[in-house]
T-cell receptor
Framework: EDQVTQSPEALRLQEGESSSLNCSYT??????LFWYRQDPGKGPEFLFT???AGEEKEKERLKATLTKKESFLHITAPKPEDSATYLC????????????FGGGTRVLVKP | NAGVTQTPKFQVLKTGQSMTLQCAQD?????MYWYRQDPGMGLRLIYY???????DKGEVPNGYNVSRLNKREFSLRLESAAPSQTSVYFC?????????FGDGTRLSIL
């Protein structure tokens, strides 16, 4: 059974205080790992796809990295507008287009 | 750009009532999905449709039925609502991952 675990569950940061979110996964064969951002009252919004260990993707203050067992989402010098829940999901090689999601990390950035 | 549209946005039901949640996408995607999101549980797949005319069970299908009406529309039906079905329901679509999500239906069962 595919499993995705995200930590920590919640993270409080001061503006400018960099940090990392963890997504560890167990999957029979990884086809892709996906990061989403979810704002309160909204649906998840796609951020990144990572396909192989060593791959990195960047967007503004966010950088996602991938190893064989986990992915990290690094938030550099965060701003209050980076406050959101960040979701990680995996696509297994035998799951078609289905994704398995982790429980998410709630990030609050205080000014 | 509409993307994935879900109706209604909010609904309150009494135990035993029935309800159909509607979802439509305008991206010409073949695959569509229904998830529920509960605190601390992440997104859990209820049903999905890989293409028009096909539907399959996901992780938590009990108490739900779906209909893929055409390529654009995928509905979720609760035949006899139970308090355990209180949740936020998300519809998504994709041609291939990543999936694109609507803004959800917040459903309360009293």
């Amino acid at each position: 059974e595919d499993q995705v675990t995200q930590s920590p569950e919640a993270l409080r940061l001061q503006e400018g205080e960099s940090s990392s979110l963890n997504c560890s996964y167990t999957v029979s064969g990884l086809r892709g790992l996906f990061w989403y951002r979810q704002d309160p009252g909204k649906g998840p919004e796609f951020l990144f796809t990572l396909y192989s260990a060593g791959e990195e993707k960047e967007k503004e203050r966010l950088k996602a990295t991938l190893t064989k067992k986990e992915s990290f989402l690094h938030i550099t010098a965060p701003k209050p507008e980076d406050s959101a829940t960040y979701l990680c999901a995996v696509q297994a090689s035998d799951a078609g287009n289905k994704l398995t999601f982790g429980g998410g990390t709630r990030v609050l950035v205080k000014p | 750009n509409a993307g994935v549209t879900q109706t209604p946005k909010f609904q309150v039901l009494k135990t035993g009532q029935s309800m159909t949640l509607q979802c439509a996408q305008d991206m010409n995607h073949n695959s569509m999905y229904w998830y529920r999101q509960d605190p601390g549980m992440g997104l859990r797949l209820i049903y999905y449709s890989a293409s028009e005319g096909t539907t399959d069970k996901g992780e938590v299908p009990n108490g739900y039925n779906v209909s893929r009406l055409n390529k654009r529309e995928f509905s979720l039906r609760l035949e006899s609502a139970a308090p355990s079905q209180t949740s936020v329901y998300f519809c998504a679509s994709s041609e291939y991952p990543p999936q694109h999500f609507g803004d959800g239906t917040r459903l309360s069962i009293l």
